[in-house]
């Protein structure tokens, strides 16, 4: 870690050597920078690129009617024990605080949402469609892709049994990867269904309180050696074989058929394909599940989601029935995605002017100026202190200011404004009152 080196070093009168250290963050999580010059551009996390993935996602979220929410970071450990699976539970930074509550940090949102939307039910006609981007909490192993916090776009439908929500939920999804400049060759979707899975286990296994713990095993079995999950399965009475066939067969269900036909006449069939590796490793879910990957298979999971009709009812004590799906779509693949694939445009600080100050007689009015350009919404700077013209300048240029404006003194004592479009180079005399005006008209007309 760049920051972890010792600032300085010096050996004290008495034998004491002190290494001071600049205070680092936790492992696992993540500090944003403005968007940094190289070469530390490649090691440090942009702003920047963040609020360019936010903003898309929000964009296309609203496209598609749905509205923003957001809940607390800390809730009732009890919100996410025998809900989520065992797995998640293992994960939580959760603790006791000082009125004797255990809570724990939000490592999902579902759980929240599903609290939310049971309290408030009435104020809302059903179907609702909501959508946040909150940060979540995760006590995991750090490798690639995996941190101890992460921002996930969530979006949710609540009150619609019909397929027509799944296929519209995936068409999101799919239009917030393409808002970001992904296509059919970078990623697909990949669509499995817990009912076909569920099906498959009862046809063989008449035990259903065994059938997570056979998810479980579904859900690893990429990432684990084919002798320990034929190990594990075999006391549920399956072999892997048998298993693998299933996965192979990839031949969709009814309801999957649904959802493909739907997203067929919206052009989007391409980005979708029947996968039952895909089953999702938490506990609730029920119907329909897919997961969106990069191609080439060079990351873990973009984004995963599904149906989870009963969890409303679950977390509000049997008081509200309602069937609900979503999908959590993580930031941390999705930007080490777009910059692996060159997708991040370059980011600047967004500036309208640089007022520039050569002659510093001329300060009072400049910043007069300043505050004129600032006051009609133009993203304005100048040079706190007295600097040379060509610093200045080169500043302006740095910045990447569409323009630079400088207020010269005319020999019969008034002033004139001299704005300059940095890229063209042309230089326009204007009255200093004229200034913000002529910058608006000339941005409005893109240039
Ligand atoms: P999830 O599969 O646990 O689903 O997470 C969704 C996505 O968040 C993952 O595909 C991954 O990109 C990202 N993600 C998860 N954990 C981490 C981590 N430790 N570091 C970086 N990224 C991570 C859910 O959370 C469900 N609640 C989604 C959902 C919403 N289902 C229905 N509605």
Redesign the pocket.
Known sequence: NRLDRPLFCFVAPHRFRILARLMDRLPGFRDFYPEPLPPTKDELWSMDARNHIFGTWRAVARRYGFREYDGPPLEPLELYTNKSGEE?VGQLFNFVDKGERAVALRP???PTLARMAAAQERAYKKPFKWFSIPQ?F?Y?KQQK????E?F?L?C?IIGEMDRAADAELIALLIDSLRGLGLTSTDFVVRLSSRNAWSEFFASRCPDASKAYEFFQVVDKLDRTRPEESAAKLAPLGFKLEEVQAFISSGQPTAELQLILDQLAARGLRDFVRVDYGVI???AYYTGPVF?AFDIKGEF???????R?DHLIKQVSGGKVDLPA??????D??LFELLKSRGLLPPFTAGLSAYVLIEDESLRADSLRLVQQLREAGLATEFSLTPAKGDKQFKRALELNAVHTVRLERQPDGSQLAKLKHLKTREEVPLQPSEVAQVIAAQAGAGK
């Open positions: 998640i999902e949102m579902t979540l995760r995991e892709g995996r941190k101890r992460h996930q969530n949710d999702r490793g938490l997961e873990r999971a973009i984004c995963g989601g599904g989870y799906l979503g999908f959590g779509m993580g941390v693949v």
